[in-house]
């Protein structure tokens, strides 16, 4: 039994048929002067094709230009230099529904109010109430401050505030009472 060397992978064999003319043609693709004659025929319907999709000449031209670019840059992708016109036109549609898509997308973007941004007066009164708590937080007992700042800060619950202090979950309640409590006096009292 004859033994069979393998082939060199760089260039696998080929062979011969009655096709090679027809292959060698189409592996051609479409010309650049092919390419230019349908540019010149065929530019002011693919700017129609655009317009109908599209709602601004000035899209309406970079989406046509666009797509001869994209044809060019790929002819050799273009076998049958007879479908040259029909790329072309999937090309300007697909690129006329991308324009869309980030129009539609931009819209969407600038639709979005922009988030309420309070007055300077809110935010001077909003600081010197911040300040206010922070002033009678500081005048609570060492302990009643530890259990609001965990619990209301931390977002503890009263086991684990509990734990954490190492106090009976009595004495958290106990704490926390007397601390809002001695909060509500504070607070009320004028600056």
Excluded: W
Aim: hydrophobic share 40%; glycine share 6%; aromatic share 4%.
């Amino acid at each position: 039994m004859p033994v069979i060397a393998p082939m060199p992978a760089a260039r696998p064999a080929r062979i011969p048929s009655q096709r090679d003319g027809a292959e060698e043609e189409a592996a051609a693709g479409t010309t650049v002067d092919h390419l230019t004659e349908t540019y010149r025929a065929h530019y002011r319907s693919l700017l129609g094709l655009a317009a109908l999709l599209l709602d601004d000449t000035a899209s309406c031209e970079d989406v046509v230009q666009e797509a001869f670019i994209r044809v060019h840059s790929a002819r050799k992708r273009v076998r049958d230099p007879e479908k040259t016109l029909a790329y072309l036109r999937q090309t300007v549609v697909n690129l006329s529904r991308s324009a869309l898509r980030r129009r539609i997308l931009g819209l969407k973007l600038l639709s979005k109010p922009m988030p309420d941004m309070a007055s300077a007066e809110e935010g001077a009164y909003d600081q010197l109430e911040r300040d206010s708590l922070i002033k009678a937080m500081k005048g609570l007992q060492r302990r009643q401050r530890e259990v609001l700042v965990l619990r209301y800060f931390a977002d503890m619950t009263e086991a684990q505030v509990a734990d954490t202090l190492g106090i009976s979950l009595g004495s958290v309640k106990a704490y926390g009472s007397r601390g809002i409590a001695a909060l509500r006096i504070a607070m009320e009292e004028p600056v």
